[in-house]
Every structure is written in C-alpha cells, then in structure tokens.
C-alpha cells in the first residue's frame, strides 16, 4: 500500500526558502541527495515537509497533500487524527481531575 510521510518540522536536512504561495515548492536535500519536499500548502503560512513512504513517487506524494490539505495547512486525514488525539487527551484529563 503506497504511504507518504507529512511533517510539521523538519528532522533532517537543508532547504532554500519556499514561496509564499499554495503549491510553492523546495528540495530537501541531505548532501547531494534529495529526501523530501518543503511544501507550502497554503498561501503565507508554514511549509510541510513531504517524503516518499512507499510505492509512491515524491511528485506524486507532493500532490496528494496538497489535494488532501484543501482548507488547512494539514491534509485532513492528518489534521483529523491529530484532533482527535487532543480530544482524547482532554477528555482524560477531565476524567482524573477527582
């Protein structure tokens, strides 16, 4: 099953800055090699990092981001999972208060 790899921040690598605009695009390299993508997904707000996972090109993760990232700086899936995690958290929390 193909898989791409999203991120907020970046682990490795060096990249030249991305223009301001959705789409925008930069290399990440590592050396002479490319690893990923910084990826505006949103006009004036943070890039994403994009990479291959599996099964999958970089071009073609890069446009399957930006397809699921239509409103919001994270594709949907991401942005979903990661609210759902923070409803969690709180709903825990709220639980051990007593």
């Known amino acids: 099953m193909p898989a791409i790899g999203c991120a ?3 682990l490795i690598g060096e990249y030249k800055p991305v223009p301001k605009s959705r789409g925008s695009a930069s290399d990440l390299t590592d050396g ?3 690893i990923g993508k910084v990826l505006r997904t949103r006009d004036g707000v943070k890039p994403l990092f994009v990479s291959i996972g599996h099964k999958i090109s970089l071009a073609t993760a890069c ?3 930006l397809k699921t990232a239509p409103s919001y700086r994270l594709p949907e899936t ?3 999972a990661d609210h759902l995690v923070k409803m969690t958290l709180k709903a825990m929390k709220g639980n051990n208060s007593t």
Request: proline content about 0%.
């Open 63 to 65: 446009e399957w981001v």
């Open 8 to 10: 907020k921040t970046r």
């Open 32 to 34: 002479d090699e490319i």
């Open 78 to 80: 991401t942005r979903s």
